[in-house]
């Protein structure tokens, strides 16, 4: 037996190793299969070339556990190490790695993030290992050996009587780690990171029902059989040409992706780039859904079908981050700070081309199939808005697909809808005033009002709706949009002709400083309109600047500092046209004229979805008072 010492300079590396990763240990067996699917792929191509004069066969790597000698066991029949090639690859070139790896990192402490993903490679099973075995024999004509070491610098290498071809790595856990040990940890560490690796893994056995032989009976039981368990995909749908799948083959890996989830996927964007840069993938469009679990499902980063995070900030632009699916791409530094990471050239390049592919199939969806995209409109409107939002790239291409559902289910572009609206509603300023409602229930006299008028009335109620306005209107020229029940319906679109008032200034005065008074503890701001005898007496609106600085703040800046906490602000507005509040004027007795305002404020409270609690019941009881 031969014994030697490694040539690193810090004495005992591997306590090192184990602090520094210490909230990562588990990828160590996401190294060491990497390392055999490696060798198993190395040996393929060297039998494909005729370099390798062996049978390539059906070649798959094996994980064991031995609970009892307390030992994982990972095996391969890949191309395997001659002596020479141990002592290199192992001990120079896998060591040298991993002390750089160490001087590299040292400073960068754990908040790196993606910090030890890989690059520790043979290494890491020091990790959770006291003695590491490697046992393997090269496809080359070359006596097998064993190499061990105990995590000091020193080991050791000897013949050994291995026959088959390939690599046996054999770990003896370590008091701190056997959980390792468990079964069920194993299998959930593979399924993690290995479900889509290219070289078929075995994890024990499993039972497989077989059919019921011809002639079985009713009760018989079918017949069984013991077949290997083999954990992984080795050809999920990503790595295939897009022409050679089918709707359903994308459906089918999207559940393979996601096991949880049980709605379908609205449709998929098949990534395939080879330059400058190398990535494949698929991303889904997820149906809207308030689901945690379905939440917990994000993109998944893959480098050559080995799991590396779900965490894809920084690579993926943000707004693209509710998708699902994955992303496969070697060429992706994982080794550094998120910070660095979004600095980086390549990544850059990445992350603009996703944004361009997404915004080009929206577009062809939503010139091939115009019905179905608005169908689906719901579900995608809150990432392309939110897209429009945060890159102006994106914006551009959106602006031409992106959708303006009215009230009554009509969808428009925008260029439509201007097409639309502009003779109708432009102002005396020149001005599209844009009017739209959040809700068509609680806004609903509101939506009428201006219907009469012949306006078409927007339904827009996504939570980041009023930046998107705050963005179009700054980008487009003379645009404003106005919600509803901002103003009364006559304000709403300022036009030149001003109505005529049925009561005169001094009745006006009057009307407007009793209505103050009864009204004072509720804060409402009055002004007295001239407007069609038609419309309600008694409006309240909610000024539309206020009321969107107020929700862009609460959804997140853009508004202004500490307006999120503002009381909410109201105007109520006095129809000095309508016969009730001539009515109220001519009243005799003031106990009369406030119960005559009182009941009508609560009236316009109602129509606005403000009248609640005890004012309520208040209001129906005098309300039944005065129909008795
Ligand atoms: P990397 O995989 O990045 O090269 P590792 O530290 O994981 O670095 O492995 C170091 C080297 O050891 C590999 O490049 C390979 O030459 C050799 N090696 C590791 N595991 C195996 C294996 N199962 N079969 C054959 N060679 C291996
Ligand atoms: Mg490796």
């Given at each position: 037996?031969?014994?030697?010492?490694?040539?690193?300079?810090?004495?005992?590396?591997?306590?090192l190793i184990k602090k520094f990763l210490y909230s990562d240990h588990e990828i160590f067996l996401r190294e060491l299969i990497s390392n055999a699917t490696d060798a198993t792929l190395k040996l393929k191509h060297l039998t494909s070339i005729g370099e390798a004069k062996v049978e390539y066969g059906n070649p798959m790597i094996e994980v064991k556990v031995d609970k009892d000698k307390k030992r994982i066991h990972i095996i391969d029949q890949g191309i395997g190490m001659t002596e020479e090639e141990v002592k290199k690859y192992i001990n120079e070139v896998a060591?040298?790695?991993?002390?750089?790896?160490?001087?590299?990192?040292?400073?960068?402490?754990?908040?790196?993030?993606?910090?030890g993903h890989f690059g520790l490679g043979f290494y890491s099973a020091f990790m959770v290992a006291e003695k590491v075995e490697i046992i393997t024999k090269s496809h080359k004509d070359e006596p097998a050996v064993h190499w061990s070491c105990d995590g000091s610098p020193e080991f050791s290498i000897e013949p050994s009587d291995k026959k088959e071809r390939g690599t046996e790595i054999i770990l003896h856990?370590?008091?701190?780690?056997?959980?390792?040990?468990?079964?069920?940890?194993?299998?959930?560490?593979?399924?993690?990171?290995?479900?889509?690796?290219?070289?078929?893994?075995?994890?024990?056995?499993?039972?497989?029902t077989l059919p019921k032989p011809e002639g079985a009976k009713e009760d018989d039981p079918a017949p069984t059989q013991e077949v290997d368990d083999i954990i992984n995909n080795p050809n999920p749908a990503w790595t295939k040409q897009p022409n050679d799948l089918s709707d359903e083959e994308y459906k089918n890996f999207y559940r393979e992706l996601y096991p949880m989830q049980f709605e379908e996927p609205l449709f998929h964007i098949h990534l395939n780039v080879d330059y400058p840069f190398n990535l494949t993938g698929i991303l889904y469009f997820p149906k809207l859904t308030n689901d945690l679990n379905i939440?917990?499902?994000?993109?998944?980063?893959?480098?050559?079908?080995?799991?590396?995070?779900?965490?894809?900030?920084?690579?993926?632009?943000?707004?693209?981050?509710?998708?699902?699916?994955?992303?496969?791409?070697?060429?992706?530094?994982?080794?550094?700070?998120?910070?660095?990471?979004?600095?980086?050239?390549?990544?850059?390049?990445?992350?603009?081309?996703?944004?361009?592919?997404?915004?080009?199939?929206?577009?062809?969806?939503?010139?091939?199939?115009?019905?179905?995209?608005?169908?689906k409109w719901?579900?995608?409107?809150?990432?392309?808005?939110?897209?429009?939002?945060?890159?102006?790239?994106?914006?551009?291409?959106?602006?031409?697909?992106?959708?303006?559902?009215?009230?009554?289910?009509?969808?428009?572009?925008?260029?439509?809808?201007?097409?639309?609206?502009k003779d109708n509603q432009t102002d005396k300023d020149d001005k599209l005033v844009v009017l739209y409602a959040s809700d068509k229930e609680a806004q609903h006299?509101?939506?009428?009002?201006?219907?009469?008028?012949?306006?078409?009335?927007?339904?827009?109620?996504?939570?980041?709706?009023?930046?998107?306005?705050?963005?179009?209107?700054?980008?487009?020229?003379?645009?404003?949009?106005?919600?509803?029940?901002?103003?009364?319906?006559?304000?709403?679109?300022?036009?030149?002709?001003?109505?005529?008032?049925?009561?005169?200034?001094?009745?006006?005065?009057?009307?407007?400083?009793?209505?103050?008074?009864?009204?004072k503890d509720k804060g409402y701001t009055i002004q007295m309109e001239a407007m069609e005898s038609s419309a309600s007496p008694f409006i309240i609106t909610e000024p539309e600047f206020m009321r969107r600085m107020k929700e862009m703040q609460q959804t997140g800046g853009g508004g202004m500092f500490g307006m999120g906490n503002m009381p909410d602000m109201y105007n109520l507005i006095i129809n000095t046209n309508h016969e009730l509040v001539s009515e109220i004027l001519n009243t005799k007795t003031a106990k009369?004229?406030?119960?005559?305002?009182?009941?009508?404020?609560?009236?316009?409270?109602?129509?606005?979805?403000?009248?609640?609690?005890?004012?309520?019941?208040?209001?129906?009881?005098?309300?039944?008072d005065m129909i008795k």
């Open positions: 037996m031969a014994t030697g010492k490694i040539n690193v300079s810090v004495e005992n590396i591997f306590p060591f040298s790695g991993a002390e750089e790896f160490l001087d590299k990192y040292k400073d960068a402490g754990k908040d790196a993030g993606i910090i856990i370590a008091e701190d780690s056997t959980e390792f040990l468990e079964d069920a940890k194993i299998r959930e560490l593979l399924v993690k990171y290995n479900k889509f690796m290219p070289i078929p893994i075995k994890f024990g056995t499993k039972t497989e939440q917990k499902d994000k993109i998944q980063l893959y480098q050559n079908q080995v799991f590396v995070t779900d965490n894809v900030e920084g690579i993926v632009p943000e707004f693209l981050t509710m998708l699902k699916g994955v992303i496969d791409s070697p060429d992706i530094p994982l080794n550094v700070s998120r910070s660095y990471l979004q600095a980086d050239g390549a990544v850059k390049k990445i992350s603009s081309y996703i944004t361009r592919k997404v915004a080009d199939k929206l577009t062809s969806l939503f010139k091939n199939n115009r019905e179905d995209f608005e169908q719901n579900d995608i409107k809150v990432v392309i808005e939110y897209g429009m939002l945060s890159e102006d790239k994106f914006f551009e291409k959106a602006d031409k697909f992106a959708l303006y559902p009215s009230v009554d289910g009509d969808f428009y572009t925008f260029e439509e809808l201007e097409a639309k609206i006299s509101y939506i009428e009002a201006a219907k009469t008028k012949g306006y078409e009335v927007l339904l827009l109620d996504s939570p980041i709706v009023p930046h998107l306005m705050q963005k179009l209107e700054t980008s487009k020229e003379n645009l404003s949009f106005v919600r509803v029940d901002a103003d009364h319906v006559d304000n709403l679109i300022k036009k030149e002709d001003t109505a005529i008032s049925k009561l005169s200034e001094e009745e006006k005065e009057k009307l407007k400083t009793e209505i103050e008074e009864v009204t009369k004229r406030q119960r005559l305002i009182n009941q009508s404020l609560d009236l316009a409270r109602l129509s606005k979805g403000l009248l609640k609690g005890e004012e309520l019941t208040n209001f129906i009881a005098r309300s039944y």
